[in-house]
């Protein structure tokens, strides 16, 4: 198929469609918290996090993703507090000085950075992606489902209204705290498949589709991580196909479930 | 004597990057099944008085106690059993929610952490739709309710809760008049099936400030009205 051995094609259609599924069941908690803006800083976050790897030519550069993304979450606030700003400012400026400290970072690595490993965290690269990756990512899946599993109620009555579940007995905050570590733990993990400049997509897009469709959160919950899977095949078999950038194909494929549900929606057509 | 419902001690709380407090060393006791409706001008600190009752703001001096049980230690516990309606909620039409799990959420609390909801549950948050006369919506995303058909709803959410402590912020506001009485009527129902004590921001007089037994008026953070007085009383010194 497409021209490639079977074992590149394998461990690339499971990392695609783990990284699908991964990435838009996350995105479809932090769609409807509202916390798209949060979720675009912790990305550029981790790039900027990988990139030190690579520059400190570490192992594992995931780890520092995971670090940076994660230390973005918590101190947003914190500053913006501090700077008495709204945390949308914050954002607009942590966006920027990532993507330079990343690039920076890059231009610093011993193995001349952006023009090897440096690329693949930008763009992604997911037929370079190994079996142990895969496996990373499975135990991430399992991770995150075993969370929605133990606290499922708990993001429910969040999801719906926080101060409604906060009056309700529910830990909001330890909920809110534990989905931005979710986001954080994915966005790592998911780096080296679409990069982190598109990773974003994966993780918006085919949840905002998926809310297109029903009503129901619970059915939204099921349908995104379709969508998302659906995505990530559909843009592996372009980029294949055409022989375009693997990230980018990812994107756009997501990009048209997004229009295409916006579109064809029920509740746009019943408003 | 029996322990009051709510007895605040000396209250003094206010939102963070505030300079001064929204309300100052405020004391006062409910007893059971007393419908009290808390009246005053805008941010004079109504609101801020309910949310301090069930924790949801903390305070910066003095006690509050519900059931008996410090609310700043069971703040949790006491949450899952009392009912609080928010006076800006309304949910938007695209809400991804149907109406049988808005009322079923008002019960996560009380079941704990890593717990399923069991069908006792289901069953309770149904007769509770029942109750309030919207079982046949159940199945219905709650965002393409009307705003009295909603505010049904959130008094589902208490009955199903079995909450025997009900704060409503504005329960009634932007309502017709039918919705009004709707609501008034089953808040009534509620106090009676449930031995419930009613904490009502108001800011209109109708069927449901009519019923109250006392009204607590406050300016600036301070009760200033002479408990008790009757609602008619409290309406004519706010100036309604």
């Given at each position: 198929m497409f021209g490639l051995p079977v074992h590149?094609?394998?461990?690339?259609?499971?990392?695609?469609?783990?990284?699908?599924?991964?990435?838009?069941a996350v995105g479809t908690l932090v769609v409807r918290l509202k916390l798209s803006s949060l979720g675009f800083a912790m990305s550029h976050a981790a790039f900027a996090g990988a990139a030190l790897g690579i520059m400190l030519a570490l192992p594992q550069p995931s780890w520092l993703a995971l670090v940076f993304s994660i230390a973005v979450a918590l101190i947003l606030g914190p500053i913006a507090r501090i700077a008495r700003l709204e945390v949308d400012t914050i954002i607009g400026a942590t966006f920027p000085f990532s993507m330079a400290l990343g690039l920076t970072f890059l231009s610093k690595a011993p193995s001349a950075g952006i023009g090897n490993g440096g690329l693949s965290l930008l763009?992604?690269?997911?037929?370079?992606i190994s079996y142990p990756q895969v496996i990373l990512l499975f135990l991430v899946l399992v991770g995150v489902l075993l969370v929605?599993?133990?606290?499922?109620?708990e993001f429910l009555a969040v999801l719906l209204d926080r101060k409604l579940a906060i009056a309700s007995g529910?830990?909001?905050d330890a909920i809110s705290t534990?989905?931005?570590?979710?986001?954080?733990?994915?966005?790592?993990?998911?780096?080296r498949i679409t990069g982190g400049l598109l990773i974003y997509a994966?993780?918006?897009l085919p949840a905002s589709a998926a809310f297109q469709w029903v009503y129901d959160i619970k059915k939204v919950l099921w349908l995104a991580p379709i969508l998302g899977c659906a995505s990530a095949l559909v843009g592996l078999a372009l980029s294949l196909a055409a022989d375009l950038p693997v990230g980018s194909s990812i994107a756009l494929a997501a990009a048209g479930f997004f229009f295409l549900s916006t579109w064809a929606s029920p509740k746009r057509r019943s408003a | 004597m029996d322990t009051p419902v709510v007895a605040l001690d000396c209250v003094s709380a206010g939102y963070e990057?505030?300079?001064?407090?929204?309300?100052?060393?405020?004391?006062?006791?409910?007893?059971?099944?007393?419908?009290?409706?808390?009246?005053?001008?805008?941010?004079a600190g109504k609101t801020t008085l309910l949310e301090v009752i069930n924790g949801l703001l903390p305070v910066s001096d003095g006690q509050v106690h519900v059931f008996g049980k410090s609310v700043a230690h069971h703040g949790r516990w006491l949450r899952a059993r009392i009912a609080y309606m928010a006076q800006e909620l309304f949910f938007q039409t695209s809400t991804p929610f149907l109406v049988q799990d808005v009322v079923l959420m008002a019960l996560f609390g009380q079941i704990g952490l890593f717990r399923r909801p069991q069908r006792e549950h289901r069953r309770r948050a149904f007769e509770a739709l029942e109750a309030v006369g919207m079982a046949s919506l159940r199945h219905r995303p709650i965002g393409r309710l009307s705003g009295g058909q909603q505010r049904k709803v959130l008094l589902a959410r208490a009955i199903?809760?079995?909450?025997?402590?009900?704060?409503?912020?504005?329960?009634?506001?932007?309502?017709?008049?039918?919705a009004k009485q709707d609501v008034a009527d089953l808040v009534a129902d509620i106090e009676q099936a449930l031995d419930a004590t009613a904490l009502i921001v108001s800011h209109e007089q109708g069927p449901l400030t009519d019923g109250a037994q006392r009204v607590l008026r406050i300016e600036a953070g301070r009760i200033t009205c002479p408990a008790p007085v009757t609602p008619a009383q409290a309406l004519v010194l706010q100036g309604i």
């Open positions: 590149i094609l394998l461990p690339t259609l499971l990392g695609s469609i783990i990284a699908g599924i991964l990435c838009s763009w992604g690269s997911v037929l370079g929605v599993w133990l606290f499922g109620k529910i830990p909001a534990l989905v931005l570590f979710m986001v954080a733990v994915v966005v790592a993990a998911a780096l994966l993780m918006i | 990057g505030e300079r001064t407090a929204t309300l100052h060393n405020v004391s006062f006791q409910v007893r059971q099944q007393q419908r009290i409706v808390i009246v005053g001008p805008n941010g199903a809760q079995q909450a025997r402590l009900l704060l409503l912020d504005e329960p009634t506001a932007n309502l017709d008049a039918f």
